[in-house]
Structures are given as C-alpha cells and as structure tokens.
C-alpha cells in the first residue's frame, strides 16, 4: 500500500481522519495506531492546546523531562531541567555540576545581548544615491519605528544601531539595512521580523520619493526583511577553574596534573581539527538543548548561532577552550544564543513554566549563563571519559536499560542483566544471549 496522488485538505481533517488515512494507505498496524492516539494528553482542553503549537498534529512525541541538580552558577543553586532523549546526558550534566560545585562552581557573564536583522534589497543605481539618503534619513528611519518599537523602548530595548551595507562586491546591487535590537527578556524573532518589514517599507517609500524628486535612476526591489539567528555580540562566557590536584580523582593512572594536560590536549584537538570538533561541540550542545527545549525555546535557533560561531574564523572549531598555567586548570566556553524568559512557548508549555519556576524565573541574561554552564558540565564529562575510560563505558551501561526494554526483558531479567554486566562490555548481541540464557 502507498501513496497514490496529491491529496487536498489533509490539514482540515481531524486526527483521527489522518490517522485512518495512514492506517489505510500505508498499513500502518492497528497497535502502532493505538501508539499514536495513547500519546494523546487525557485532558482534550491540554490535548487542543498542542495542537494549537503545530500543524497537522495526530499525536504528542515524548522524550523525557529530568533533573540536573547541583549547579551552582554565580554563587546560586540551580536544579536544570532538561528534556533530552538521549541517554547519559543528564547524568553526565549532574556529576560535573556536583564536582565543580565543590570546587567554586560556574562562573558566568553576558556583556550585552545584541540581537541583529536585515532588511536585503537590490538597488540598481548610483551607490552614493543611497549611502547620501540613508546618512540623511537614519534617525527619522528609527522614529518612524516608534509604534512598533514604544513598548520594548519602555523595557529598555528597541532598535540599537542601524547601518547600510554595500553588498555589491559579493553580488550585483545588493545592500542591506543591518539592524542591532535589544529585546529584553524575549528572544524576539517576531518583535525583530515586525519591525524589519516596517522598516523596509519606509525605505523603499523614502527611496522612491527622493528618486522621483531628484530625478534619480534606479529601482529598489526589497528581497527580504528578517532577523539573523546569527547573533555573536549575544555571547555568554562561563568557566570553571581549580588546582590540579583536584582532578586526581577522575583515574587512577593519571596524577591530577596528567589529567589537566591530556584533557587540555583533547580540547586544543578540538580546536584543531573540524572532525573531532564537530563531535565535540555535539556534546556541548548535549547539555545546552536540553535546556533550551525544556524552557520552550528555540533549540535550532541556538544551534544555528552556536555552529556559525564556531567557524568564525573561516575553520568549524571547538567552542570550548582549556588551559593550564601554575597547576591551574581552567575549562571555559564561550558560544553567543538567542533565548528568552517571555513570549514563544516559555509561558504557552505547561512544562516550559514549571522548568522557569524550578529555575527561580531567571532573567534571558541568567538562562543563557544556566545553558551556558549545562553546556561546559557536559562538554567536561565527555571530554574527561574519552581521555581516561573512554565513552562507551558509561554510555553502554545507560544503553543497557534501553536494549533489556527493546528485548522485552522481564523485571526479573532486567536486574540480572544489570548485575552480570556491572563490570562487562555491553553489546546488543551479548545482552540478547544473556536473556535468551
Ligand atoms: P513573542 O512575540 O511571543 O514574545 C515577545 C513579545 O513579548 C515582545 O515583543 C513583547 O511584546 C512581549 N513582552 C512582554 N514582556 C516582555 C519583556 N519583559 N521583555 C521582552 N518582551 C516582552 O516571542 P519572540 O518575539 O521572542 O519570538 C520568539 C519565537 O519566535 C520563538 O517561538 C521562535 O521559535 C519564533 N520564531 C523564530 C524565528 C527564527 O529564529 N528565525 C523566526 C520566526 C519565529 P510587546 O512589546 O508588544 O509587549
């Protein structure tokens, strides 16, 4: 059974009607039907609510909601919330945090979170026809925002800066309004986005008039006004810091000292080669989505920003750095996002609430240093197993629970399995002989 054509009003059918559909065209077994419509919320008003967040919804997709507890940032206690799928991570982001809480915790800042947008536009004549009228029109441009912008301007926020950039060398008539925002507590993808479409209009307004008064030649064809998820000025720092002695506990072959040089080693390889990189700043961003998507934020935002950052300098590099000078060994991370404490889903997810409430409603400047330092915990527990035991250690053993539940194992065999590979190598296909006995 398959598809055969294009079919029409598949978004106004309800989702019991698509779930059909499926079950009839792709048969889609009756127990994996029932899968789908069990993950539905009890409560139909809570169920109507996650519909209303996306399109075409059939069903909820679950991935668990823990705690990493033992943060301390700044001096403050922190219990992080993650939701994330993947096992090992939340562990891995608990037992850093519970080490460097011992030995000062996080330390975390953010200069000022510089949002950025642009208005794109092909302007086909005289470059100093422009750059003439953008110099003269500048401030009454960012006035001519003030319906759009009167209520962030009260928090502080609004438009910072405003620029035009001749694009020209990389393609033909190209230039952009380069626009700097303050957004305050919201990470403000549709605050930026309304008033870059507000803005485009009046430029292309200005322009057509003072071509038409000067006679001027030339067209403007606004391409597009949007924000950037690029934001490298909305950067938080945070690192942690201890004499080497401490981390004589991580091996027992590796005086504290070897282990601060290998793991600084491991870091520089990171720094060096865009491979390993890759992998490392994956297990960075392990701990930092966790958290993003457990406050409701946007997770392909902050990934997005993080990547580009990363290859700044022409080169995809680790975003972390380690060092060690006079038997001091300082871990650091420095990676720029985008997040907010209001608006998106932050208030609209029930459980993006409870994780701001179990984060003792942060400001978007303490989030970032919360994610920020979720982020370091992770990168730090990963960088220490691949230097000492190696990965698979602890990842097989959390990998254990989920081949005995894909086996259908029993309570009975669950917990033999767990005591018999207590000190051996997990594999699927040893872990299947041991059930089968
Ligand atoms: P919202 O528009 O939902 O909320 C932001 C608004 O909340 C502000 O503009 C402001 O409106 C109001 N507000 C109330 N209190 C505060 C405060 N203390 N500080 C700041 N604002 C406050 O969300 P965002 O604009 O933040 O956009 C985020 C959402 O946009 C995310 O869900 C994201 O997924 C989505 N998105 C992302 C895109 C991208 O990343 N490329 C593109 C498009 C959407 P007012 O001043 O009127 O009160």
Redesign the pocket.
Known sequence: MAQQKAIAGFSKWSADEKLNWLKDTFGLPEPLVRDLQSHRHQDPDMQEMYEEFSENTVSNFFIPFGLAPNFLVNGKWYVVPMAIEESSVVAAASHAAKFWSAHGGFTAVVDDPVKVGQVHFIWTGAKAFIADLFSRTREALVAAMEPVTA??KK?G?GIKAIRLVDKTGEMENYYQLHVDFR???????????TVLEALAGKWKALVQEEAAAKNATGTLEINMA??S?YTPESLVKVSVETGVSALGIFDPDLSGKEFAEKFVRAVEIARADPYRAVTHNKGIFNGMDGVVIAT???F??VEACGHAYAARDGQYRGLSSASLHDDIFRFELEVPM?V?T????TSGHPLARATLKILQEPT?AELMMIIGAAGLANNFSAVRSLITSGIQKGHMKMHLTNILRQLGATDAQKQAAVAYFMDKTVSYADVRKFISG
């Open positions: 209520s962030m928090r926020g957004t305050a507590e919201a990470m403000g993808a549709n605050f930026i986005n949007i924000l998820n409701g934020n946007d392909r935002a985008s907010g209001v608006g998106g889903l978007a």
